[in-house]
């Protein structure tokens, strides 16, 4: 059975500083993507990053990285230099490939960062 | 290229009542999955449509139903309403080929009174 982690519920931060959302997954399929969702107060789901478990390259854009490890089945994103627009609350999604688009998302994270 | 669209954005509603929501997926794209989000279940997969064909189906009891036109336009329908349907419902669209990410709507924030 496919089931997203995200230990984190709450975390707070002041701007600039570093943070880490943690996202472990478990499935029983080798082929799989990975995905992480922003959804800001205004409740729209953003989609941030997409990852195939073929590719363990970690990935940066801009002020936001991914770290991708199969051997501890975690996809964990940081966010450098935090800013208050950072504010939301973040998503980790799992789907296995089989034909749907089906998507299963961890509890997710609430993130702060105050000025 | 205008993003999901959804109708309505708020909706109030008695139980027992039945309600029907409304999605227009990204131009191009062929899937539709519609997700319920509550505080304490998160954020739940009820269906995808594909070329107007139901592809997948979350637990959800019956009374949950949904659809997908030809223009691949979806609804879906809540009959009987109990209190427990108030949530955020999210559509998301794709172009349905397994790989790519899907693009969410504002979502319908449905209240049962």
């Known amino acids: 059975a496919q089931k997203v982690t995200q230990a984190q519920t709450e975390i707070s931060v002041v701007e600039k500083e570093d943070v880490t959302l943690d996202c472990v997954y478990e499935t029983r399929d080798t082929t799989y993507y990975l995905f992480w969702y922003k959804q800001p107060p205004s409740g729209e789901l953003v989609f941030l990053i997409r990852?195939?478990?073929?590719?363990?390259q970690n990935e940066i854009s801009g002020r936001y990285s991914w770290n991708f490890q199969k051997s501890t089945s975690s996809f964990n994103f940081t966010i450098t230099a935090s800013q208050v627009v950072d504010s939301a609350v973040y998503f980790c999604?799992?789907?296995?490939?089989?034909?749907?688009?089906?998507?299963?998302f961890g509890k997710g994270t609430k993130l702060t960062v105050n000025p | 290229k205008a993003g999901v669209t959804q109708t309505p954005r708020y909706l109030i509603k008695t139980r027992g009542q039945q309600v029907t929501l409304s999605c227009s997926p990204i131009s191009g794209h062929r899937s539709v999955s519609w997700y319920q989000q509550t505080p304490g279940q998160g954020l739940q997969f009820l269906f995808e449509y594909f070329s107007e064909t139901q592809r997948n189906k979350g637990n959800f009891p019956g009374r949950f139903s949904g659809r997908q036109f030809s223009n691949s336009r979806s609804e879906m329908n809540v009959s009987t309403l109990e209190l427990g349907d108030s949530a955020l419902y999210l559509c998301?669209?794709?172009?349905?080929?397994?790989?790519?990410?899907?693009?969410f709507g504002p979502g319908t924030r449905l209240t049962v009174l």
């Open positions: 998301a669209s794709s172009l349905g080929e397994g790989y790519n990410e899907q693009f």
């Open positions: 999604a799992l789907r296995e490939v089989g034909g749907s688009e089906k998507l299963v």
């Open positions: 990852r195939n478990s073929f590719d363990e």
